[in-house]
């Protein structure tokens, strides 16, 4: 897609690492003194002793985030244009949505200013319950909220049931987040220019129970049966709400779509990452 013109760049960062803090400034100062408006997230920028603003006021063309795939996830869900592309700085244990390592980040920016650089468009999930409405870029998350007591789950894709029974809970995860807790409860893969969605049982009772994956256009309902326990609903790993027998989730395609800026293009290029995520994950040797 076409790549708008970067007139503010917005600087987010991971504030428990010094080398992460160290490289935030580092940026600030030569966006700076190259004319750039830079836009300090504002505890950062309480730690640099600059001025800031709360990321959820934040209007920039492009967002730097320094930290992991979690630090990513959370830039991503406060900031209050979910069109704002996000450049990801590799400083994390895992970073499967960052594109560049530190050292290259200054050269990245310059590129992205200069207009070399690709838009990736990834597909996110709505997560409804009642009046509340959230949005994820990796996966929405139905579990048990009692440790060693599993819950009762009904599915249904488009009306019709697909899994009833007992369970810690279901993972409905993106292409993007197939990679990451999906992979980790031995979901597949997903290519995210496929347009679909995926379902993970964890630890299901019934051992017959399969991950499933579902066209982007179907609506999954995720309906709590009882007795048991209360269970949680976790949007990219944050605990939105507590659920109780009888509450339904529906779970659809987004109307908003993740941006990353990439710097490589082409077919190949998400194998790469992929084969770079399996190495730093220890799946390869």
Do not use: W
Request: glycine residues 10%.
């Amino acid at each position: 897609m076409k790549t708008p013109a970067i007139r503010r760049v917005g600087l987010v960062s991971r504030t428990d690492q010094v080398e992460a803090l160290r490289l935030a400034r580092g940026l600030h100062d030569a966006l700076v003194k190259r004319g750039v408006e830079v836009i300090l997230e504002s505890e950062v920028a309480a730690k640099l002793k600059l001025e800031g603003v709360p990321l959820s006021r934040m209007d920039p063309d492009l967002l730097v985030v320094i930290g992991g795939d979690g630090t990513i996830l959370r830039a991503a869900k406060t900031l209050p244009s979910s069109e704002t592309p996000i450049l990801g700085v590799k400083m994390g244990k895992t970073c499967f949505l960052g594109e560049v390592d530190p050292h290259e980040a200054l050269r990245a920016i310059e590129l992205v200013l200069a207009g070399h650089y690709e838009l990736e468009e990834n597909l996110k999930l709505r997560a409804i319950v009642g009046d509340l409405k959230v949005d994820v870029v990796n996966e929405v998350l139905l579990m048990t909220g009692q440790p060693a007591k599993v819950v009762k789950l009904k599915v249904e894709v488009e009306g019709e049931e697909v899994f009833e029974g007992l369970t810690d809970g279901v993972i409905v995860s993106t292409p993007t987040g197939s990679t990451g807790y999906a992979l980790s409860a031995h979901g597949p893969i997903i290519d995210p220019k496929v347009e679909a969605y995926l379902m993970v049982y964890l630890n299901p009772l019934n051992l017959g129970v399969r991950p499933l994956i579902v066209a982007a256009e179907s609506v999954t309902t995720l309906r709590l049966e009882g007795p048991g326990p209360k269970a949680l609903l976790i949007a990219d790993g944050e605990v939105i709400k507590e659920l109780g027998e009888g509450s339904v989730v529906e779970v659809r395609r987004s109307p908003v779509k993740a941006r990353f800026v990439r710097l490589r293009s082409g077919r190949g290029v998400f194998y790469s990452r992929l084969k770079d995520l399996m190495r730093r994950r220890g799946l390869r040797d």
